[in-house]
């Protein structure tokens, strides 16, 4: 199959060599250039689909003084197939240089479906899905690492995660301080044959994984539940109001103005009157 000058995006399987599309195997055969992020790596794998193209190497040290050369070849009437070395290009991989660059040129880029580790371990872990976040990889500088969950505690949505098997138990370790007992799901070598799926609370995640380092073995990713605000928490906004009302009115009175105005339940701004400020309980009119 001839095809049409552009940079094509092809997902490469990400374990299980048959999770190659059929699509992806006639543009990787049609293309005059495979620009490849490890050409030894991505060579393993042509050479199973007996594809015999140009590989040219693409990676995150070289990709911006390449991609003005890869432009120009497309420009010239020929077309340039993108992998990496396993999934979706992009995604935690290189390209996203060269797919700008291209974008600014007016040269077409084309998007292939097909596999991509997160969202591969997303659709299985049983966490909600309906919102996520992809996050790629945690700095690997510890207070680095913190700063960046410390600025995703309270995000709502699914939290996914790359993490190397080193690093693992530190991470694990980190959100259980940070995040007290979340819920977390471990996806491990998915497609391959020890693919497996474990999911626990922090704390008890970084002691199962502890116990076996085969558990920390192969590729990772790790998804981490969103954070549920307390149902019985109180707006500060609500709080602040209340506070400034103690001042002039009674308890009664203060917290139903104050409950009235952010909409929140009346009896709760009284019970937390009582327990958090020097109202006494003999000065308050029960509700």
Wanted: proline share 6%; charged share 20%; aromatic share 4%.
């Amino acid at each position: 199959m001839q095809s049409v000058p552009s940079l094509y995006i092809v997902p490469t399987p990400i374990g299980n060599l048959a999770d190659i599309t059929r699509r992806a195997v006639e543009i990787l055969e049609g293309v005059d250039i495979i620009a490849a992020e490890d050409t030894r790596h991505s060579a393993i794998l042509l050479n199973h689909l007996q594809i015999r193209g140009q590989l040219l190497a693409l990676h995150d040290h070289n990709e911006q003084q390449r991609a003005a050369a890869l432009i120009q070849r497309v420009q010239q009437g020929q077309s340039v197939a993108l992998i990496s070395d396993a999934g979706t290009p992009l995604i935690s991989d290189p390209g996203y240089h060269l797919v700008s660059q291209c974008r600014a040129a007016g040269v077409p880029v084309v998007p292939l479906p097909g596999p991509c580790a997160a969202i591969t371990a997303l659709s299985a872990s049983g966490l909600p899905t309906d919102r996520f976040a992809f996050e790629g990889f945690l700095p690997a500088k510890e207070k680095a690492r913190d700063d960046r969950l410390a600025a995703l505690a309270d995000d709502p949505r699914t939290l996914v995660f790359y993490e190397s098997p080193r690093r693992l138990l530190d991470t694990v370790q980190a959100i259980a301080r940070l995040y007290g007992d979340r819920y977390l799901v471990v996806a491990r070598e998915l497609t391959k044959t020890f693919e497996s799926f474990h999911g626990l609370p922090a704390a008890e995640m970084h002691a199962w994984l502890s116990q076996d380092e085969n558990r920390r073995r192969g590729e990772i990713v790790l998804m981490v539940a969103g954070h549920k605000p307390d149902a019985e928490a109180l707006p500060s906004a609500a709080l602040r109001t209340l506070k400034l009302l103690l001042a002039e009115l009674p308890l009664k009175k203060a917290a139903a103005l104050s409950a009235e105005i952010h909409g929140v339940k009346k009896n709760a701004l009284y019970k937390w009157a009582l327990e958090h400020t020097s109202v006494c309980s003999d000065d308050a009119e029960p509700l």
